[in-house]
């Protein structure tokens, strides 16, 4: 967890918060292993990207005009990451001068539903902190050298990831993600008992699900939990309740029709699982 304080009217929504969370991890490594450790990130962070169906940018950001460590040092970080991404096969684009202060990077930007470029992962090599640590390893050679420290965030602040998340689903999120997946609901008293038992069906299976089995009209609770973009509605009347089945109502497909509850139950749960 990270504090900034942010300076006044800079604060935005979930974008820009003054108290946000990191998935900060670092890699000490031989310089000789850069490449290789890089492109296991880059795959990484390919795989949990495309989960979401998101498009992700790659810029290489070279050394800056105030910088720590000398440029044969700065030489060999850049050339280290230009070989990892070639070898991904990814095209990138260049962020010349915008490296940190102590190596260059790797940033990945993803755009919004509105277009907006947002930065969030990111590949970082340090070839300053390990000196000022005073930290060695011994090589083959039996002679100490120097690692390298590797910084990388594969979702950068989860904050703006999550308002990220919003737009680019518009809140129609897909059912291993939406914090709602399922909504139980009766159409009148007479079948609250059989609402009750599908709702205990789903959330024993691990589904998140809620039940509303008031006395409110069908029609009325349709509209509510299309407007809150529910994926799955389950709407249970008196012949339902005779059958044993459930009536689905997708978000993204319609009118599903009357099933059995185990084979809806593990259609959501199929649904459910998450994609890496």
Same mark, same amino acid.
């Given at each position: 967890?990270?504090?900034?304080?942010?300076?006044?009217?800079?604060?935005?929504?979930?974008?820009?918060?003054?108290?946000?969370?990191?998935?900060?991890?670092?890699?000490?490594?031989?310089?000789?292993?850069?490449?290789?450790?890089?492109?296991?990130?880059?795959?990484?962070?390919?795989?949990?990207?495309?989960?979401?169906?998101?498009?992700?940018?790659?810029?290489?950001?070279?050394?800056?005009?105030?910088?720590?460590?000398?440029?044969?040092?700065?030489?060999?970080?850049?050339?280290?990451?230009?070989?990892?991404?070639?070898?991904?096969?990814?095209?990138?684009?260049?962020?010349?001068?915008?490296?940190?202060?102590?190596?260059?990077?790797?940033?990945?930007?993803?755009?919004?539903?509105?277009?907006?470029?947002?930065?969030?992962?990111?590949?970082?090599?340090?070839?300053?902190?390990?000196?000022?640590?005073?930290?060695?390893?011994?090589?083959?050679?039996?002679?100490?050298?120097?690692?390298?420290?590797?910084? =990388?965030?594969?979702? &950068?602040?989860?904050?703006?990831?999550? @308002? !990220?998340?919003? /737009?680019?689903?518009?809140?129609?999120?897909? $059912?291993?993600?939406?914090?709602?997946?399922?909504?139980?609901?009766?159409?009148?008293?007479?079948?609250?008992?059989?609402?009750?038992?599908?709702?205990?069906?789903?959330?024993?299976?691990?589904?998140?699900?809620?039940?509303?089995?008031?006395?409110?009209?069908?029609?009325?609770?349709? =509209?509510?939990?299309? &407007?809150?973009?529910?994926?799955?509605? @389950? !709407?249970?009347? /008196?012949?339902?309740?005779?059958?044993?089945? $459930?009536?689905?109502?997708?978000?993204?497909?319609?009118?599903?029709?009357?099933?059995?509850?185990?084979?809806?139950?593990?259609?959501?749960?199929?649904?459910?699982?998450?994609?890496?």
């Amino acid at each position: 967890m990270l504090h900034r304080n942010e300076l006044s009217g800079a604060l935005s929504g979930l974008t820009r918060v003054r108290q946000f969370s990191q998935d900060d991890g670092h890699i000490f490594c031989m310089p000789s292993q850069i490449a290789e450790e890089v492109f296991k990130l880059l795959s990484l962070i390919d795989h949990v990207y495309s989960a979401f169906g998101m498009d992700v940018e790659l810029n290489l950001a070279t050394r800056p005009e105030e910088k720590l460590g000398d440029d044969a040092l700065w030489d060999e970080a850049e050339e280290a990451l230009r070989d990892a991404l070639n070898r991904s096969g990814r095209p990138y684009g260049m962020h010349e001068g915008d490296g940190a202060f102590y190596g260059p990077k790797i940033d990945f930007d993803v755009k919004d539903a509105l277009g907006r470029s947002h930065q969030c992962a990111t590949v970082q090599l340090d070839y300053q902190l390990p000196r000022r640590f005073d930290l060695s390893y011994v090589g083959a050679d039996n002679q100490a050298h120097v690692p390298v420290v590797i910084h =990388r965030a594969v979702f &950068g602040s989860f904050e703006r990831f999550i @308002a !990220i998340l919003i /737009e680019h689903y518009g809140g129609n999120f897909p $059912v291993w993600l939406a914090p709602e997946q399922v909504r139980v609901m009766t159409v009148s008293e007479k079948s609250a008992e059989h609402g009750e038992a599908v709702y205990k069906a789903l959330r024993d299976a691990g589904v998140m699900v809620t039940a509303d089995l008031s006395d409110a009209k069908i029609g009325y609770k349709i =509209r509510e939990t299309h &407007g809150q973009k529910v994926p799955y509605m @389950a !709407i249970i009347g /008196e012949k339902e309740q005779e059958d044993g089945t $459930v009536s689905i109502r997708s978000r993204d497909e319609g009118d599903l029709g009357a099933i059995s509850v185990d084979d809806f139950v593990a259609r959501v749960v199929a649904e459910g699982v998450l994609p890496f």
